[in-house]
């Protein structure tokens, strides 16, 4: 799947965070197995630099 920028539209590449796993969890939540997702895949736009990071298990923030 291809992701243009929601900036600049340029094509974005998918990328890979060099601390991983990050994860990621509900505000008031507490951290553990049940309530945290890893932040899997990550795209990068070549020309302005954003950064879009997605949960893996975004069903989890519902």
Do not use: W
Not at 8 to 13: E, F, L, W
Not at 23 to 31: A, N, T
Not at 47 to 58: D, H, K, R, V
Request: glycine share 4%.
């Amino acid at each position: 799947m291809k992701k243009s920028c929601p900036k600049c539209h340029t094509v974005m590449a998918k990328a890979h965070l060099d601390s991983q796993p990050i994860r990621v969890y509900k505000k008031g939540e507490k951290p553990n197995a049940g309530t945290m997702s890893d932040i899997n895949p990550c795209y990068v736009c070549p020309n302005c630099g954003l950064i879009e990071l997605y949960a893996e298990e975004p069903e989890k923030f519902k």
